[in-house]
């Protein structure tokens, strides 16, 4: 076999095995493609908002950024409804994976890109009502920064 070939799927392997070229493999479509772009950038973008928060700096930048994430987030969880096409099955994803957590990155994504929804939620609340609470902001704060790495790095992952 060449450098970009590979046996031909449902084949024997060896040396009568069909050849097919390696680029002809169906992996992913483009909703998969957005859907980890938009996880990685709310997820990121969340974890630089939560940096800002605790800083105390750019308030402005920080409620503005808030919104962007969580629009973000949204984005890259409708596209990977799209890609599932079971809307529904993907409402109830996070919960299915709690019972898998333990021994599947699928499972762990899942609830990392679910908590980044949850949190870059109600920090956008937060900020949008300009809550004054500091508990509560650096609490957030904090989580959608967690919740923003992990995403982000499980994102890569599936990327590599």
Not at 64 to 75: D, E, G, K, P, Q
Not at 86 to 93: D, E, K, S, T, Y
């Amino acid at each position: 076999m060449g450098l970009f070939t590979a046996p031909a799927p449902g084949t024997n392997f060896g040396i009568n095995s069909p050849i097919i070229q390696i680029n002809q493999y169906p992996v992913w479509d483009i909703t998969v493609a957005l859907a980890l772009y938009f996880t990685g950038l709310g997820g990121m973008l969340m974890a630089i908002t939560g940096a800002l928060e605790l800083s105390g700096k750019y308030p402005n930048l920080v409620k503005r950024n808030s919104i962007f994430a969580f629009i973000f987030t949204v984005l890259a969880l409708v596209t990977f409804d799209i890609h599932l096409g079971n809307p529904v099955r993907g409402f109830f994803a996070p919960a299915n994976a709690l019972l898998e957590l333990t021994h599947s990155w699928m499972a762990r994504g899942i609830i990392f890109v679910g908590g980044l929804l949850l949190f870059s939620f109600l920090f956008m609340v937060l900020k949008v009502l300009n809550n004054k609470n500091v508990v509560a902001n650096w609490t957030l704060a904090i989580l959608g920064l967690i919740a923003g790495i992990f995403s982000t790095t499980y994102s890569g992952f599936e990327l590599a």
